[in-house]
């Protein structure tokens, strides 16, 4: 710095010569202005030290242990990175949105976890209305797409799910049926016995499947179609991977399921087919909620501001994932592109996932029947 202003000032003294100017009055205004500067520059440099320094500050003191409750147990090393970053130890406990919001409710604000981490967006929907999450509110939210984010803060998305068939094609062919292209070619009656989906009220991606085609064939016309859909199905799995695990295994010929770049690796080199239906995807936002009067708070409100408000961390998460839907959440992030056309997805009104959600369950129960796996 000393070097640059001794030079700076060499030069102005020259030029002063050249021009005839006193050199006192020259010397004297251009030691003055870079003394000025020398100083705004100081004084800019203590100002920022002084915001990291208060940034530092304002960050909570983290202890103890956080509880999640996630839909895998994959995300562990993403757990762990915090872990690292922070001193916090996390617990992690695998489980399905559903049985998440009916463990929630049971415990009668009481939670014994702290950080809910994965699942269809219409569970945390149903527990933000029985007051009970958090709310969470940081800078970085203010870049993630207004769809996948509560307005108030209480739940944000960590990626999308979409849905498609994944077809045994050996299957079909010993059958003798055509492999499905559309959610219409489902009622096929030669498919009798031989379609597999998870059961709604457990897996929130197939409650998913259920709230958008409602809404993309009318309730009266979508009731129907789910009655004559139901004939063509064996039984609802209990688990959200059940579909994939029974198709890939020979038990059905074709499973109702989410689709991502995982399950593309599963069956690579098989003879299963992924099958995007050309009449609409079904898809559903994955929340990521804290839970109200939560015993670590502190460290799971800071988990999600620490995930979304770094970009390393969420393609982290979207490697995991093994999704692109992140894409859609925050569409400034680089190294994550879609695999897909978003057009392809079905048009649907989100907040109809949350506020429908018992009524079109209960209605979806008794047309189970004895149907829905309880193993």
């Given at each position: 710095?000393?070097?640059?202003?001794?030079?700076?000032?060499?030069?102005?003294?020259?030029?002063?010569?050249?021009?005839?100017?006193?050199?006192?009055?020259?010397?004297?205004?251009t030691t003055a202005a870079a003394t000025t500067a020398a100083a705004a520059e100081a004084s800019e440099s203590e100002e920022t030290e002084a915001s990291e320094s208060q940034e530092a500050a304002e960050a909570p003191e983290l202890s103890g242990t956080m509880k999640v409750v996630a839909t895998?147990?994959?995300?562990?090393?993403?757990?762990?990175?915090?872990?690292?970053?922070?001193?916090?130890?996390?617990?992690?406990?695998?489980?399905?949105?559903?049985?998440?919001?009916?463990?929630?409710?049971?415990?009668?604000?009481?939670?014994?976890?702290?950080?809910?981490?994965?699942?269809?967006?219409?569970?945390?929907?149903?527990?933000?209305?029985?007051?009970?999450?958090?709310?969470?509110?940081?800078?970085?939210?203010?870049?993630?797409?207004?769809?996948?984010?509560?307005?108030?803060?209480?739940?944000?998305?960590?990626?999308?799910?979409?849905?498609?068939?994944?077809?045994?094609?050996?299957?079909?062919?010993?059958?003798?049926?055509?492999?499905?292209?559309?959610?219409?070619?489902?009622?096929?009656?030669?498919?009798?016995?031989?379609?597999?989906?998870?059961?709604?009220?457990?897996?929130?991606?197939?409650?998913?499947?259920?709230?958008?085609?409602?809404?993309?064939?009318?309730?009266?016309?979508?009731?129907?179609?789910?009655?004559?859909?139901?004939?063509?199905?064996?039984?609802?799995?209990?688990?959200?991977?059940?579909?994939?695990?029974?198709?890939?295994?020979?038990?059905?010929?074709?499973?109702?399921?989410?689709?991502?770049?995982?399950?593309?690796?599963?069956?690579?080199?098989?003879?299963?087919?992924?099958?995007?239906?050309?009449?609409?995807?079904?898809?559903?936002?994955?929340?990521v909620a804290v839970f109200k009067n939560a015993e670590n708070v502190d460290a799971a409100k800071y988990f999600v501001e620490w995930l979304f408000s770094n970009d390393d961390n969420l393609r982290m998460l979207a490697e995991i994932d093994k999704k692109d839907g992140l894409k859609l959440v925050?569409?400034?992030?680089?190294?994550?592109?879609?695999?897909?056309?978003?057009?392809?997805?079905?048009?649907?009104?989100?907040?109809?996932?949350?506020?429908?959600?018992?009524?079109?369950?209960?209605?979806?129960?008794?047309?189970?029947?004895?149907?829905?796996?309880?193993?």
């Amino acid at each position: 710095m000393k070097k640059k202003f001794l030079t700076g000032l060499a030069v102005a003294c020259a030029a002063a010569m050249m021009a005839g100017c006193g050199s006192g009055e020259t010397a004297e205004t251009t030691t003055a202005a870079a003394t000025t500067a020398a100083a705004a520059e100081a004084s800019e440099s203590e100002e920022t030290e002084a915001s990291e320094s208060q940034e530092a500050a304002e960050a909570p003191e983290l202890s103890g242990t956080m509880k999640v409750v996630a839909t895998s147990e994959d995300y562990v090393t993403l757990f762990d990175k915090f872990t690292e970053e922070t001193g916090v130890k996390v617990e992690l406990l695998s489980m399905s949105s559903g049985e998440v919001l009916s463990k929630l409710r049971a415990e009668g604000g009481t939670p014994s976890a702290d950080l809910w981490f994965g699942g269809g967006i219409d569970a945390f929907m149903s527990a933000k209305e029985d007051g009970l999450l958090e709310q969470v509110n940081f800078d970085a939210a203010s870049e993630l797409a207004d769809t996948y984010k509560d307005s108030e803060g209480y739940w944000y998305s960590k990626g999308i799910t979409i849905v498609g068939f994944l077809v045994n094609q050996a299957l079909t062919e010993e059958l003798g049926v055509e492999v499905p292209q559309s959610w219409t070619d489902l009622l096929n009656e030669g498919y009798k016995g031989e379609i597999i989906m998870s059961n709604p009220a457990v897996s929130g991606t197939n409650y998913a499947v259920v709230n958008a085609l409602l809404q993309t064939m009318g309730e009266e016309e979508g009731w129907n179609y789910f009655q004559k859909l139901n004939d063509n199905i064996a039984y609802y799995g209990k688990r959200g991977s059940d579909p994939l695990n029974k198709v890939v295994s020979d038990e059905f010929a074709i499973g109702i399921s989410y689709i991502d770049r995982g399950v593309e690796a599963t069956i690579d080199g098989s003879d299963i087919a992924i099958v995007y239906p050309t009449d609409g995807i079904p898809w559903v936002p994955e929340g990521v909620a804290v839970f109200k009067n939560a015993e670590n708070v502190d460290a799971a409100k800071y988990f999600v501001e620490w995930l979304f408000s770094n970009d390393d961390n969420l393609r982290m998460l979207a490697e995991i994932d093994k999704k692109d839907g992140l894409k859609l959440v925050k569409p400034s992030i680089e190294g994550i592109e879609l695999g897909y056309d978003p057009a392809i997805l079905m048009e649907e009104d989100l907040s109809l996932f949350g506020s429908e959600r018992d009524e079109v369950l209960a209605q979806f129960e008794d047309l189970m029947g004895d149907k829905a796996a309880d193993e």
